[in-house]
């Protein structure tokens, strides 16, 4: 697919209303335009049919909420997001970033995939389905945030205080990603995360590094601080840390084991030979669903500029991630990390909490999973690849499980791919993404009419 000449009218109207929306620099980390972009997307889902409002707690930014009463007794909740990441660098867009525009068959603009995109598509669909008939045969919620780029800090409080507004029989995340070849993939979950931030303070105020001699070093600390936190085989060494953690099940080995195998493009991309522990194939894929993580992310100590200065830093930072997998809590590893340290001789080091989110999944066995595994292999017409639990960590999950307990999933029918750019310069989606998520979710919606929940 080359232009827009070949798209049918809901992608047509997909496109037109992704134009509107990324028209809008609604970037949530420099508190850009958010209600007025709030205002749009509460228009468009108005326009749409939608009973809206705004929901706004502890001074966020507002959040859409819309409600479509259909003659159905299944309730489906969507979640989006309408925030986008800041375009720096912006001299790398070889267009503006908020100008959508359409060349080689894709449209260009700062959230196109992430995530405008998905909502376009779906009021798209709403609206086809909508067109052709007075009743969608099913009760629809949708909410539409302006913070997840941020990490979501309001979403928590706004599920608590408004979850009667967000309860449903099932629910679509963010969606997920096509594949190179335009099949399908369903997430069913995401890892959870504990981010933090060590601290040592070992002098008032830098000294001349001649004073090393004398005076205690706040980066050796730290680096043997974090050194004691694994082993000498790379196993995460905090007492208890993987206690919680429970092994995949036979059918999501069996998903992981059915997914092809990527190991070539993951060579390529990171310049590596090979991976930790010699993994290939399933293995390196179950490794990355279902280990849990201790990453540095960042450290910082001293002087990192040109040339050199002799100095003994008074203070030394580290910033680290843990991706926590099923039945970790976030807020017991972050105890256990405590722990940890202080038996180690490390009561100095101090540990602040910057993210905490729970894992959250969805079982493959669920009869919501299935039923919209079967609707992708219908559209596709074979079945899609199931992704047990992504990577990443989607703090609003945890939010709306503990809250709403509303079962949810990545569905097919947000129009990107892995060579989107989301987040980075020239973020883009093909059309013909675009044709294939409206043609799913058309036939979600359409499955899900008159269906028992
Ligand atoms: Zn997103």
């Known amino acids: 697919m080359t232009g827009s000449d070949d798209l049918g009218t809901a992608e047509l109207e997909a496109v037109e209303l992704l134009r509107q929306l990324c028209s809008y620099p609604s970037v949530s980390a420099e508190g850009r335009s958010l209600a007025e972009t709030a205002d749009a997307v509460e228009r468009l889902l108005g326009e749409t049919g939608f009973t809206t409002r705004q929901l706004?707690?502890?001074?966020?930014?507002?959040?859409?909420?819309?409600?479509?009463?259909?003659?159905?007794?299944?309730?489906?909740?969507?979640?989006?997001?309408?925030?986008?990441?800041?375009?720096?660098?912006?001299?790398?867009?070889?267009?503006?970033?908020?100008?959508?525009?359409?060349?080689?068959?894709?449209?260009?603009?700062?959230?196109?995939?992430?995530?405008?995109?998905?909502?376009?598509?779906?009021?798209?669909?709403?609206?086809?389905?909508?067109?052709?008939?007075?009743?969608?045969?099913?009760?629809?919620?949708?909410?539409?945030?302006?913070?997840?780029?941020?990490?979501?800090p309001h979403f928590d409080a706004l599920a608590r205080q408004h979850a009667e507004l967000l309860r449903a029989d099932a629910c679509l995340w963010e969606g997920s990603l096509f594949r190179g070849d335009g099949s399908a993939g369903v997430a069913l979950g995401y890892k959870g995360a504990l981010y933090v931030q060590l601290d040592v303070e070992a002098?008032?105020?830098?000294?001349?590094?001649?004073?090393?001699?004398?005076?205690?070093?706040?980066?050796?600390?730290?680096?043997?601080?974090?050194?004691?936190?694994?082993?000498?085989?790379?196993?995460?060494?905090?007492?208890?840390?993987?206690d919680a953690v429970r092994a995949p099940t036979e059918v999501e080995r069996q998903a992981l084991a059915d997914q092809p195998d990527s190991d070539d493009e993951l060579e390529a991309t990171f310049g590596v030979d090979g991976f930790l522990d010699g993994l290939t194939g399933a293995a390196l894929r179950e490794r990355s669903s279902f280990a849990p993580t201790a990453n540095i992310a960042g450290l910082t100590s001293g002087y990192g500029g040109v040339g050199m200065k002799t100095v003994l830093p008074a203070r030394a930072s580290a910033k680290l991630d843990f991706r926590l997998v099923p039945d970790q809590h976030p807020d017991d590893i972050a105890r256990k990390l405590r722990v940890h340290l202080d038996e180690h001789g490390f009561e100095d080091v101090s540990v602040s909490v910057l993210l905490s989110a729970e894992p959250v999944r969805t079982p493959l066995d669920h009869p919501f999973a299935a039923r919209v595994a079967a609707v992708a292999e219908r559209v596709w017409g074979e079945p899609p690849s199931i992704t047990p639990l992504g990577g990443g960590t989607l703090p609003l999950l945890a939010s709306l499980r503990r809250h709403v307990g509303v079962p949810g999933l990545s569905p097919p029918d947000n129009p990107v791919y892995i060579g989107c750019r989301a987040h980075a310069p020239n973020e883009h989606v093909r059309l013909g993404d675009v044709a294939r998520a409206v043609r799913f979710a058309t036939a979600l919606f359409e499955d899900l009419a008159g269906a028992a929940p």
Do not use: M
């Open 56 to 152: 706004v707690v502890d001074g966020g930014p507002p959040a859409v909420h819309g409600e479509l009463a259909g003659d159905g007794p299944f309730t489906l909740l969507l979640y989006n997001h309408y925030d986008v990441q800041p375009v720096d660098p912006v001299d790398e867009w070889l267009t503006p970033p908020f100008e959508p525009t359409l060349r080689d068959g894709a449209l260009y603009a700062r959230g196109a995939a992430d995530n405008k995109g998905e909502i376009a598509v779906r009021l798209a669909v709403l609206r086809a389905l909508l067109a052709g008939r007075d009743d969608l045969g099913l009760n629809v919620r949708w909410i539409i945030e302006g913070e997840e780029e941020v990490g979501s």
């Open 203 to 242: 002098l008032a105020t830098d000294a001349h590094s001649a004073a090393a001699a004398v005076l205690p070093s706040a980066a050796w600390r730290l680096v043997r601080a974090l050194a004691s936190l694994r082993d000498d085989a790379g196993a995460v060494a905090i007492g208890g840390f993987a």
